[in-house]
């Protein structure tokens, strides 16, 4: 189910050219034409003739749908939406991609694939409560793609529900590979998150024996040492993380808590200092985002259009903020460079270690390529 949406992610790409679009709009006024009037096969032919032009245009896709529903024909109605909606949302098309994917369900309320879709789309629109139902209800009706029951964790925890939230994780650990791995970490992050820190503990260890690149992990069982009463193990650690990511700011912050605790005054006002520098920085770069806005987009729109190295070349000019991050991770990832969007990614959590969207981010590229 959520993997397909990466091979439509390659018929989002067409943009009407300018001196075309006039063009486009009369077609696309004849097809909804030929809808109006109950004219259906008619408007099938028109758009599909639409979509073998321009594959990305989401508004013949939705015709499409209409002409197949007006014929009688929900399921071909629905794999249009579907397949449409996933596409837009891995596109950068939340709002649209949303739309398509409740329409999707509208016709089909017990398809599993319909609602794991719809639970992904609404888990990144931070509509946490919607999309912990919606998943719920994908795998009461059967859906079986472990990553679904990751993304569920991540909706239960994020909506309140804890209790539940574990049960789904520790559920995931029983099946080895990359989902459990994924489990593991996020586990242990929610237990430091509810002060379960040594139970914590040797669930983060254990994820940064099979992923020990990862400072959010590291800097996740710092936190759970520090939690335990492990405060010169934590204070280790973290100065490793500090060493080996030294923009990661909330590394740099606690181990100057837990120097200053320990007596070490110049320690700790080092680390605080690279920490207010490192703070007002990212505000810095997070105010002047605003005055890049257009290239943000135009990046996007050339990820949708598959020209990736001009992406990421330009991603690549812009502040590092966890937004530019997912955007420059994206077009490495599309355009075949999986440790650049990983090394993406990571840099995002460094900058903002409560993004739950980097987190799914990066936990679905290393499940996706079997890697830690």
Not at 171 to 176: D, H, K, M, N, T
Not at 223 to 234: F, I, N, Q
Request: with cysteine; hydrophobic share 45%.
């Amino acid at each position: 189910m959520i993997r397909s949406a990466a091979l439509f992610v390659l018929l989002l790409a067409t943009v009407v050219p300018a001196a075309a679009q006039a063009a486009v709009d009369e077609r696309l006024s004849d097809a909804l034409a030929s809808v109006t009037r109950g004219d259906f096969e008619r408007a099938e032919g028109l758009y599909r003739a639409l979509i073998a032009d321009y594959p990305g245009l989401a508004e013949a896709h939705a015709g499409l749908a209409d002409a197949l529903v007006g014929q009688s024909r929900e399921d071909e109605a629905f794999a249009t939406l579907l397949v449409a909606g996933q596409g837009l949302v891995q596109s950068g098309e939340l709002d649209p991609g949303l739309g398509f994917l409740e329409r999707a369900v509208s016709l089909r309320p017990d398809s599993a694939a319909g609602n794991a879709a719809l639970g992904d789309a609404l888990l990144r629109a931070n509509r946490h409560r919607e999309a912990r139902n919606r998943l719920e209800k994908a795998i009461r009706l059967g859906e079986r793609e472990p990553i679904v029951r990751l993304f569920l964790g991540a909706a239960q925890w994020e909506s309140g529900a804890y209790d539940e939230a574990e049960r789904t994780y520790r559920e995931i650990l029983s099946v080895a590979g990359p989902t459990a791995d994924a489990a593991r970490r996020s586990l242990g992050a929610l237990l430091v998150f509810r002060g379960r820190y040594e139970s914590a503990v040797p669930l983060l260890a254990a994820a940064v024996g099979v992923d020990a690149e990862s400072a959010q992990v590291r800097y996740d069982l710092a936190r759970a040492l520090e939690g335990s009463g492990r405060t010169a193990e934590a204070a280790e650690l973290l100065v490793v993380v500090t060493v080996d990511t030294p923009r990661f700011l909330q590394a740099h912050f606690r181990l100057a808590r837990l120097l200053q605790a320990s007596g070490d005054s110049s320690g700790a006002q080092h680390h605080m200092e690279i920490f207010r520098e490192l703070h007002a920085e990212h505000q810095r770069e997070t105010r002047e985002l605003g005055r890049f806005e257009a290239r943000l987009k135009q990046g996007w729109s050339w990820v949708r259009e598959r020209r990736y190295d001009e992406a990421r070349q330009l991603f690549s000019t812009l502040p590092e903020t966890p937004d530019t991050l997912v955007g420059l991770a994206e077009a490495c990832r599309r355009g075949g460079d999986r440790d650049a969007a990983v090394s993406a990614l990571r840099r995002g959590l460094e900058l903002d270690p409560e993004r739950l969207d980097l987190r799914l981010a990066l936990d679905k590229i290393l499940i996706e390529t079997g890697s830690p």
